[in-house]
């Protein structure tokens, strides 16, 4: 039962890290942050096995913080700009035809 909530422990901190980099980390870049990260990989590793099914098992117990990471990872696209107002046109600007009229002689 104590391997449960310290797998547990392990899932929600490592989960946290990467909510807080704003992206699902795979191992190497996880590594690249050994200063900062709150567990180390290899006891992480210890009790899930493999990188994958430690994120496998992060998704499906945790799904609210996996969601939140993935939100984080891609934020939703700008609103597109809206299109410039057509220019309108008065009867000022337009040309009135010109009649040509014909002199007899």
């Known amino acids: 039962m104590a391997?449960?909530?310290v797998r547990n422990e392990i899932l929600k901190a490592i989960g946290m890290f990467m909510?807080?980099?704003g992206k699902v980390l795979e191992k190497h870049?996880?590594?690249?942050?050994?200063?900062e990260v709150p567990i180390g990989s290899g006891l992480a590793l210890n009790h899930f096995g493999s990188w994958?099914?430690?994120l496998q098992t992060l998704?499906?117990?945790?799904?609210e913080?996996?969601?939140e990471i993935?939100?984080?990872?891609?934020?939703?696209?700008?609103?597109?700009p809206k299109p410039a107002a057509p220019k309108k046109t008065t009867l000022?600007?337009?040309?009135?035809?010109v009649k040509e009229e014909k002199k007899d002689e």
């Not at 870049?29 to 200063?35: E, L």
């Open 52 to 54: 994958s099914r430690l």
């Open 29 to 35: 870049d996880y590594d690249v942050f050994a200063n």
């Open 65 to 67: 913080l996996w969601a």
């Open 59 to 63: 998704e499906g117990s945790l799904p």
């Open 19 to 21: 909510l807080e980099k």
């Open 92 to 97: 000022s600007t337009k040309k009135a035809p």
């Open 3 to 5: 391997r449960l909530r």
């Open 70 to 80: 993935k939100k984080a990872e891609n934020p939703p696209p700008p609103p597109p």
